[in-house]
């Protein structure tokens, strides 16, 4: 077995992901939940989205909730935004790391963005030069990286590709999204060994659903290939509106749970993460799909000797 980190980054994906595909709810609560996650010692976490309201009722009011947020030291706070006004709206509050998407999927593509693949990069380009010259950094997400609900298989060399075309317009970051929740431990093999085949020195964060129950082995067949950024959800919140059947993101409390399990650090205190799903359940009003929220013993395991 490969030998695995002693620290393990994790951006809480909820405040956005999350609630962004669950019916709207007050603005006061998506304060409350933000505030409680960031209480978690969580160091990254991605808090809204700068979307027209139109397409993403749920994120209508995230520079009220941005404004009203508070804002823990030692966190590292990031938006997504879809386009040039979201990047200046982003921009405008005071966000200096931005995320934007591209799916490696044409058709997901032109569900999401009504653009294709190609279209939606040539944006990108002027979008990172936008962000670079605010000073702000710039991360791609490439969505259906793992697989398409509407094309099938994704052929890793495409998305290392796209990853090409990205790094060379000047992203600092990279990120896979599994958004349909087809990834296994194989597509995640492959898929990072083409990406690290030509872009070896680029970070990448990987993103995992867990539709089909596989989510905690692609993390740990991640950390067997040396990744130790990845984002979660708290709740288990989350899915993609554009993409059918793809439900459930990976529950951050079900990742903190294993790694710590295994000696692996990630900094967040899992008591506090389960009192902030069992918050997002209350502001919700039903249950989520982590089972470390009802499975105990909940928290504080003992990791077994080396």
């Known amino acids: ?78 938006a997504l935004v879809p386009n040039t006004r979201g990047a200046q709206r982003a921009l405008a509050a005071g966000f200096t790391e931005i995320e934007v998407v591209v799916s490696a999927s044409d058709t997901h593509n032109r569900r999401n963005v009504n653009r294709s693949t ?34 099938g298989d994704v052929d890793p060399q495409r998305v290392a590709g796209i990853v090409d075309r990205v790094v060379r317009d000047g992203a600092d970051r990279v990120a896979f999204g599994d958004t349909t929740g087809m990834g296994t431990p194989r597509r995640v093999r492959e898929l990072v060994t083409a990406v690290r085949d030509r872009n070896a020195h680029v970070p990448v964060l990987l993103h995992f659903h867990n539709t089909r129950g596989t989510a905690l082995a692609n993390l740990l067949t991640a950390l067997e290939l040396g990744i130790t950024e990845f984002d979660a959800s708290v709740g288990g919140l989350g899915g993609c509106p554009y993409a059918p059947g793809a439900s459930g993101n990976l529950a951050t409390e079900e990742a903190v749970h294993m790694l710590h399990d295994m000696g692996i650090d990630t900094g967040i205190d899992l008591d506090a993460l389960i009192e902030a799903a069992e918050l997002a359940e209350e502001l919700l009003g039903k249950k989520l799909p982590s089972g470390v929220l009802r499975a105990g013993p909940r928290t504080r395991l003992t990791p077994l000797p080396a």
């Open 1 to 78: 077995m490969a030998e695995l980190p002693d620290f393990v980054s994790i951006r809480e994906v909820g405040p956005r992901d999350g609630l962004q595909n669950e019916d709207p709810i007050p603005t006061d609560a998506k304060v409350r939940l933000l505030d409680a996650l960031s209480g978690t010692g969580v160091r990254r976490i991605e808090a809204v989205s700068f979307v027209h309201p139109k397409a993403i009722p749920q994120m209508a009011d995230a520079d009220e909730v941005w404004q009203r947020a508070t804002k823990a030291d030692g966190v590292r706070y990031s």
């Open 118 to 151: 190609e279209e939606s990069l040539d944006d990108i380009a002027e979008l990172i030069d936008l962000l670079h010259g605010a000073g702000a950094r710039a991360e791609v997400i490439v969505a259906t990286s793992f697989g398409c609900p509407y094309e």
